[in-house]
């Protein structure tokens, strides 16, 4: 949450491709904040946002800033990344009001041991990773918990069955699947196996019947 991430930066003036890399060059990475009528461009130390990174459970957390004592609160806009090395090169943060609605996306977090895989050896496929919300940008939860425990063989848990924290409206299908609990290979490869085997059987009979009509000697014609 926003009083937990907090972060000093440096207001800068100079801009321009070589300011950048030689800030690189120093362990800093330049940013810019805008929004609410605000526009400061910042310096940030890239050791201490890369640990303030490490707090947090999505990019999509509010954090504050200060500027030397100017205090605002901030949503990650976008962080530009090298091609090659994926390092940071830039940052954009957009300014927020903490009662503001926003719409971000937050992961989906995974507890607990479903009981068609612990119990009947199923698999268990997590198909959707985060969830898109609209919330209060202070009350942006830092994850979506699922407890998957109960679910059995087969069974499919949907966005329409994920617990919402109040005051939080879930924009994504209600219908998309979310976790799903399957047979094992194993098992599909045998059922699909004697499927196969049941099919090829039938044409076999079909033949046999064919040929037995086919051999069927003709009426005998009445004499003359």
């Avoid at 940030?44 to 946002?49: K, S, T, V």
Wanted: contains cysteine; glycine residues 6%; proline residues 4%.
């Amino acid at each position: 949450m926003a009083n937990e991430l907090k972060m000093s930066c440096a207001r800068r003036t100079a801009g321009g491709s070589s300011v950048a890399r030689r800030m690189r060059g120093q362990g800093d990475v330049p940013a810019v904040v805008y929004g609410h009528g605000k526009n400061i461009n910042i310096t940030l130390n890239l050791h201490d946002f890369t640990q303030l990174m490490k707090k947090m459970h999505s990019e999509h957390a509010v954090l504050t800033l200060d500027a030397e004592g100017e205090v605002v609160n901030v949503l990650i806009k976008e962080i530009q990344r090298h091609r090659a090395t994926h390092n940071i090169q830039h940052v954009d943060f957009v300014v927020v009001d903490l009662d503001e609605i926003v719409t971000v996306s937050v992961p989906i977090i995974t507890i607990g041991d479903a009981d068609g895989v612990k119990n009947f050896g199923g698999i268990m496929e997590v198909t959707l990773r985060e969830v898109q919300i609209q919330c209060k940008a202070g009350s942006i939860p830092d994850d979506i918990t699922v407890d998957v425990t109960p679910l059995k063989l087969h069974e499919v848990l949907r966005v329409a069955n994920l617990v919402i924290p109040e005051g939080v409206k879930v924009l994504d299908d209600p219908e998309t699947p979310v976790v799903v609990i399957s047979s094992s290979a194993a098992e599909d490869s045998a059922a699909s196996e004697a499927s196969g085997e049941a099919t090829a059987e039938e044409p076999e009979v079909i033949t046999a019947r064919k040929k037995e009509e086919e051999a069927e000697p003709e009426a005998p014609k009445g004499k003359k």
